[in-house]
């Protein structure tokens, strides 16, 4: 991910799972799966109706390492499953709700607690076999189960209460909750159904975690999604091909997807993708940064670039607040004085100038931000927000109220030094491989040494710069960025929570540790379990006002999601939630037809 | 004499071009860090004597470069604004050879901004941090070079004069600096070093290591003058008559090795140069936002760069002029040293 390299991708199942506390009643006995002749109902979906056939060729930034969701960890192994796999309601990528997907329809109970999901008729996995409501049981049991060291298992094991799965008829599930959950039914996206008939019995020999690598023979493997594996060449190329069972159709009737094969090409690095795209090789590219999206958009022969606007990615420096204890160098531990006073994190915060970062870094493709909800998130942004402007004279305000002092320097310099009349000096860590953090970084760096401080950037390899801040906690403050992978709060919960991997300024605190965290982690609590959207948002925004007063993260921009596409792809329309340009994978086609497609 | 006239032209220039780097405050119109936020990557002003209608001016002037509605780096001259070159005017505050304050400028343009050879990311004078990257990056070559000489010449000659166990033990440990990894030594040292290392101890850093792992070659060139000079007749007839060994260094053998030396230095400080930029563009040496034509080249790792703005390509042209005059100098030092040995034999086989 060219922007987002602390995407946690690895959590981002966890975390839902980790809100949902499911176990499963499981039936004791399995029955062979009922012959379902039932006609298939298909999932019509409206839009422009293109035509069949074609191949369409993107890049991914690496080999996958897995087809398996249950062991995916990275990025490039959940894209690649994300066209392969399906899940019972999906949300639209396009208008950040949710629709029906392998469930038909749903019902939730007035209590909030019970929902009843009916599935479509006819459902067939890409190897043809039948899929019903045995599948879906099948399914969270593996979620769920201890022994397949999934790595949703572990926040599996944290929760007390679990979710109770049972099944009604072969189309109807029901999930009972034990408490009510705010974020309902999109909780089921992203959670693939899996082939029971493929997956039982290394199950049952607990050897589901060696299942569906990508040198596995293609019958091995099937999901749901419109597209199945076809051929796998180390090092270069994955081929998919279109899967003839798929659920969906168009207006007209035809089955989708429109694609006959989608290939994906292993490019390790941005710079190399966009020089692919340009030379034709690849139709699509995503997730652009502003500069390529420049030099593409000097030269459009034969392809479009497209500004979807405002993603969900909030980039943000952070103060260490870690409770570092005596063993701590006293250096830091006299820095750590003047990152506590709120008064001087929010000097700091007045003095950026987001508007240049916006103009840099982004180019103007950016939105500048004073919170974590972005500008790209539809419904959850807090309009009673503060945006205040920058304002050099209110940081001196506030340092002055801190204790905070000036001297001047023998070449007219002007030094900030704290009350002990100790110079402030201190350093920003970014990622060495992000130009636009180190480009923050530098912007940062000029502001503050308008108001007398003294910064050092460091770049750092990001493992490193990860291991400083989550593990020895050995610095002073780091630029990052997070990617919500979900408009819904609760793709942010662990940030927001102190206990919280992801609280970065003092992650996975016991008991939080200033009264405002624990003022927070009440308010997100409660969000949680609140019945409607209107309870649900006010004490959201709640928490967002007690963040911005507080800025333990001081919020900088946030990149506009940028992809672009040969003229010859039809339904081409990018979003902001990932993934970016294949959310729609099944209705994008090739205007020229399969023949000239072929290279 | 033509060969002397050689060497002191080639001295010449390389004088005036480290002359114009050593008072970059002076030359630079501005402060090498200082952000123009609103011109970004703004392409290099062109100088004009004759303006829209035909005049002719004896004071350049530069058309005032507007951002085109809409676009990020995309500027058109403003002809209705020229803005002409003043010299010697006051600016910013600068400390001449780093320790005279000053704020007397070759050129500027009053309270605006002028930028003849563009501005980067950061809207910050590209001339300036070329001027002023150049002191980094020169300073690291030469005193790199000469600690390796300081070095390879102690050592060399040590070897080469006792010989014996000291001259295999020194040569041994020659060549196994020669068969060092030094990128990734230094990668491993900075590992080893605390997070923030500020620029100062950055750079000697790549000073140190620049000179501890290069003395090996001089030492094996040093070590040979010294092992054929000490076995000349007149080194032996001193030894007869009790000279000292401090004293047959200093007076026979070690001047032997200053054409060496010299021909050696002028070889070196290139390279060290090339060195001092090839560590910065991957980031091992002065940080940011101190300038070094290694540090700037560095802009060109991105794709978008390297299509977009051509005079990001100007520090790494800088070099052209400083490695040509170092190996001219490099060969005119050659050409002599040998006119020299020719001389001196015709000299001896006369006595």
Known sequence: MRNCPYMFGRYRILFRLFLCFFALISRPAFTKAQQNNAKEEFLVLPGEVGRSGGRLVVSLRGEPKTLNPLIAADARSREVIGVMQADLIHINRATQLTEPALAKSWKVSPDGLTYTLVLRNGLKFSDGETMDAEDVLFSFRVYLDENTHAPQRDLLIVGGKPISVRKIDAQTVVFQMPKPYGVGERLFDGLAILPRHLLEKPFQEGKLGQIGSLSAVANQWAGLGPFRLKEYIAGQRLVLERNPYYWKSDSKGTRLPYLGELIFLFVPNADAQVLKFQSGETDMISQLGAENFSVLSRQQNGYTVTDAGPGLEYNFLFFNLNDVGVKASADLQRKQKWFRDAKFRQAVSAAVDREAIVRLVYQDRGAAIWGLVTPGNKRWGDPNLPHPQRSLDRSRTLLKEAGFSWTTGPNGESTLQDSDGKPVEFSILTSSTNADRAKMAALLQDDLKQLGMRVQVVPLEFRSLLDRVTQTKEYDTCIMGVASYDADPNSDINVWLSSGGTHLWNPSQPHPATRWEAEIDHLIEEQMSARTFEQRKKLYDRAQEILAENQPMIFLASPDILAGAKNSVGNFHPAVLEPYVLWNVEQLYLKSGPENATR | ?351
Not at chain 2, 110 to 131: K, M, N, P
């Open chain 2, 1 to 351: 004499m033509s060969r002397r006239r050689k060497v002191a032209i080639w001295l010449l220039v390389l004088g005036a071009l480290h002359g114009v780097v050593l008072c970059a405050g002076f030359f630079a119109p501005y402060d090498p860090v200082e952000q123009d936020r609103k011109s970004p990557y703004l392409p290099p002003m062109r100088l004009h004597f004759v303006d829209m209608r035909g005049q002719f001016h004896l004071r350049p002037f530069v058309y005032v470069l507007q951002l085109r509605p809409a676009s990020f780096d995309q500027y058109v001259e403003d002809t209705t604004r020229p803005r002409p070159l003043k010299f010697f005017t006051f600016g910013d505050r600068y400390r001449l050879l780093g320790f005279l304050p000053s704020r007397l400028h070759f050129f500027g343009a009053g309270d605006e901004r002028i930028y003849l050879l563009g501005t980067d990311a950061f809207g910050r004078d590209q001339l300036s941090r070329l001027l002023f990257g150049g002191q980094v990056s020169l300073l690291a070559g030469l005193l790199g070079a000469g600690f390796t000489l300081l070095i390879g010449w102690c050592i060399g000659a040590a070897a080469g004069y006792y010989g014996g166990w000291r001259d295999d033990l020194l040569m041994r440990v020659a060549e196994l600096f020669l068969a060092l990894p030094w990128l990734y030594l230094l990668f491993a040292i900075r590992a080893f070093l605390p997070l923030t290392v500020n620029p100062l101890q950055a750079f000697f850093l790549i000073v140190a290591v620049i000179a501890a792992v290069g003395w090996a070659r001089p030492a094996r060139l040093v070590r040979g003058i010294v092992l054929s000079a000490k076995e000349r007749d007149f080194v032996r007839a001193a030894r007869g008559f009790g000279a000292s060994h401090l004293y047959l260094l200093r007076r026979h053998i070690l001047p032997e090795t200053s054409s060496v030396l010299l021909t050696q230095a002028a070889i070196l400080i290139p390279q060290y140069v090339l060195a001092e930029m090839t560590l910065s563009f991957l980031g091992l040496g002065v940080p940011e936002p101190v300038p070094s034509w290694g540090n700037l080249l560095s802009n060109l790792q991105q794709y978008s760069v390297l299509v977009s703005y051509w005079w990001m390509y100007l520090p790494a042209l800088i070099m052209v002029p400083f490695f040509l005059g170092y190996l001219g100098l490099a060969s005119a030092l050659q050409e002599r040293a040998e006119a020299y040995k020719i001389q001196r034999r015709s000299f001896g086989s006369l006595a």
